[in-house]
């Protein structure tokens, strides 16, 4: 029966259209990869600066692999970790302009840790209805009030603190929206964390290396500076290795430290990875031109396409999505562009909200304008011949 059961729901998710499979891979990430042998234009990852297979960046984590080895043995407090992790957490908090910043092995791992070290049963978590699922669940591991605002809606932010007696408060969002691409309203946020004595965690995952000067993430684009911001950064997306960071006032980054369980009970990540971002940093910062293309390749696919209601949503950033509606159009229109050799993934709930499956276009500094206007056109057929005007 409890076999049965299995097969059924995974019937039902095949019937609704919303059963995921994986692809595989046969070359390095990049805008040109290799999937079941066959070469496909990817607009997919979110190795937005194209730092994933770059060399420098691969030699740094061979070099690390040589002097280190490949594994840490045990957790950052039980064995410590190598002098490598200790100098990238130094220059990650240079770079980002905070006082402090502890190293975590993935950014799921990150806001898990940060959000249930900073709030528990007794304090209140306002959360942005669009916030990414890592987020969600350490809302829900703290076991504190939670207050989930409509996406952006910076009256019902400020109402809910009003009425709120909690003893800690922490507004958690994230910095660029992972499946719209939009930027939080940090400036109006922060205000109110000043107003109502309030942390602001910001999960930049998408911003950082992308946005603001330097790549300094979404709360510089915005000239933020405030003790009262947890930045979290992750090392996966635009710095092309793997990782993230928490970072912000230093009692705070010491109390994730000391309290976090996804940092003290899970094995520190491999010292040829913290090298790898290492090398990546001085990327991000140096090679302003891959931002520049970002830009410009935006505001190509942009000229391109329509905007607004059956095209793309606004976003300034290299996400980029065109929102079909249901499921199904989403998973058709997908399948379209990889009849034409154009990777896009449908992102369908849960991981969007019901009834806003869309593809996600994700740029690359890597890709070339004829790549972009390549699958400008891929979309503008697939929509014709009905694909996705029928959402
Ligand atoms: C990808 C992502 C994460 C998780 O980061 P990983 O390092 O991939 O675990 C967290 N928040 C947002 C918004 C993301 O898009």
């Known amino acids: 029966m409890i076999f049965h059961r299995l097969a059924q729901q995974l019937a039902e998710l095949e019937r609704r259209g919303l059963r995921r499979s994986r692809l595989v891979r046969q070359s390095p990430q990049g805008p040109r990869i290799v999937v079941d042998g066959k070469e496909v234009l990817a607009f997919c990852s979110n190795d937005y600066l194209g730092l994933a297979n770059h060399p420098r960046i691969v030699q740094a984590a061979i070099e690390a692999a040589s002097r280190y080895g490949v ?5 950052h407090l039980l064995s410590g970790h190598s002098a490598v992790h200790e100098r990238l957490e130094a220059k990650l908090a240079e770079f980002v302009q905070m006082p402090r910043a502890l190293l975590f092995s993935t950014g799921y791992q990150a806001n898990l840790g940060a959000v249930t070290a900073l709030a ?22 703290s076991r504190a009030r939670v207050v989930r605002y409509p996406h952006a809606d910076l009256g019902s932010l400020s109402g809910a603190l009003a009425e709120s007696d909690a003893r ?21 946020v922060l205000d109110l964390c000043e107003r109502h004595d309030a942390w602001l965690l910001v999960d930049d995952a998408h911003g950082f290396g992308v946005i603001g000067p330097e790549g300094r993430g979404t709360p510089a684009h915005f000239d933020l500076r405030s003790p009262r911001v947890v930045y979290v950064g ?17 009692e705070m980054v010491e109390t994730v430290l000391q309290r976090a369980r996804t940092y003290i009970y899970t094995t520190a990540a491999p010292a040829m990875l913290a090298a790898a971002v290492e090398a990546s940093l001085e990327l991000i910062r140096e090679d302003e031109w891959r931002r520049e293309r970002l830009r410009k390749l935006i505001a190509v696919l942009r000229g391109e396409m329509r905007e607004g209601e059956r095209g ?8 980029q999505p065109l929102v079909l509606g249901a499921s199904s159009e989403a998973v058709r229109a997908s399948a379209a562009l990889r009849e034409r050799g154009i990777l896009v993934p449908a992102i369908r709930p849960p991981t969007v909200p019901e009834g806003t499956a869309r593809l996600r276009i994700s740029l690359s500094a890597a890709h070339s304008e004829q790549e972009v206007l390549r699958l400008a056109a891929a979309l503008h057929e697939v929509c014709r011949s009905g694909v996705a005007t029928q959402a």
């Open 71 to 75: 594994g840490e043995g045990a957790s």
């Open 120 to 141: 528990g049963p007794e304090d209140a978590i306002f959360s942005d209805a669009l916030n990414h699922a890592s987020l969600i669940d350490g809302v829900r591991l």
């Open 168 to 188: 800690t408060k922490l507004i958690v969002t994230d910095g660029v929206f992972s499946m719209d691409g939009d930027i939080a309203p940090l400036p109006a």
């Open 312 to 319: 793309l949503a606004p976003s300034d950033t290299p996400i």
């Open 234 to 250: 992750t090392l996966g997306k635009a710095a092309g290795v793997a990782g993230a960071f928490v970072s912000g006032a230093a």
